[in-house]
């Protein structure tokens, strides 16, 4: 079955710029995480939906939002954009639910979208 | 607060050599942790993962091993290829087993 797949998948803006990325989860995962990944920070979790609301959140700026739609695809926003938001933006989504083997909530991660702020 | 730290920011192998990459990590209350491969243009891939109620878990040609007495775990890779070359990250959850802490990676190199 299809993976992860997030759009676009390269992107360039200025700052004060806003810009908005999209995921769509494997067909049946019900929950869509995004991480940032930047090579001085690494990856760090931005948030997490789950039945179009959002479960839980890092410590990013309230200029850092998502949103979920009833297909649990989701879209994650930046508004003004600043330099240091270039970055790899992940998405991935997981199965919600007792586990019944190992790996069956892990999360599966799209390519990510590599957003470049000028 | 938390955090999980990696020993070697690069690591270089023989081909058909094994590989052991370390990690450690501070949160006493973590229960799960996984481990992710990430090849270069590409998002993180699932390895393997462990539960803390177990100390050993083993995959194909993969092995984790966790010591909760010293908050280390290390993932093996047997007989590593050059297919292996990628960054390693662990990771471990943070109340919910889909909001990971991640470490900082390891670059892993398998010389030909």
């Known amino acids: 079955k299809a993976g992860v797949t997030q759009t676009p998948r390269y992107l360039i803006k200025t700052r004060g710029q806003q810009v908005t990325l999209s995921c769509s989860p494997i067909?049946?995962?019900?929950?869509v995480s995004w991480y940032q990944q930047t090579p001085g920070q690494g990856l760090q979790f931005l948030f997490e939906?789950?039945?179009?609301?959002?479960?839980n959140k890092g410590n990013f700026p309230g200029r850092f939002s998502g949103r979920q739609f009833s297909n649990s695809r989701s879209e994650m926003n930046v508004s003004t954009l600043e330099l240091g938001d270039s970055a790899l933006y992940l998405c991935?989504?997981?199965?919600?639910?007792?586990?019944?083997?190992?790996?069956?909530?892990?999360?599966?991660f799209g390519a990510g979208s590599r957003l470049t702020v000028l | 607060g938390e955090s999980v730290g990696l020993h070697l920011p690069t690591l270089s192998v023989q081909e058909g050599d094994n590989s052991i990459i370390n990690c450690a990590y501070s949160?006493?209350?973590?229960?799960?942790f996984i481990w992710y491969k990430q090849e270069s243009g590409k998002g993180p891939q699932f390895i393997i993962d462990?539960?803390?109620?177990?100390d050993k878990r083993q995959g194909q040609r993969v092995t984790v091993l966790l010591n909760k007495t010293v908050k280390h775990l290390s993932l093996q890779i047997a007989a590593t290829q050059p297919g292996d070359s990628a960054v390693y990250f662990c990771?471990?959850?943070?109340?919910?087993?889909?909001?990971?802490?991640f470490g900082s990676g390891t670059q892993l190199t398998v010389l030909p």
């Open positions: 991935a989504s997981s199965l919600v639910g007792p586990a019944t083997r190992s790996g069956a909530n892990v999360l599966t």
């Open positions: 067909s049946g995962h019900r929950s």
């Open positions: 939906y789950f039945s179009e609301t959002q479960r």
């Open positions: 949160n006493s209350a973590s229960d799960y």
């Open positions: 462990i539960r803390s109620n177990m």
């Open positions: 990771a471990e959850n943070s109340g919910s087993a889909r909001q990971l802490t």
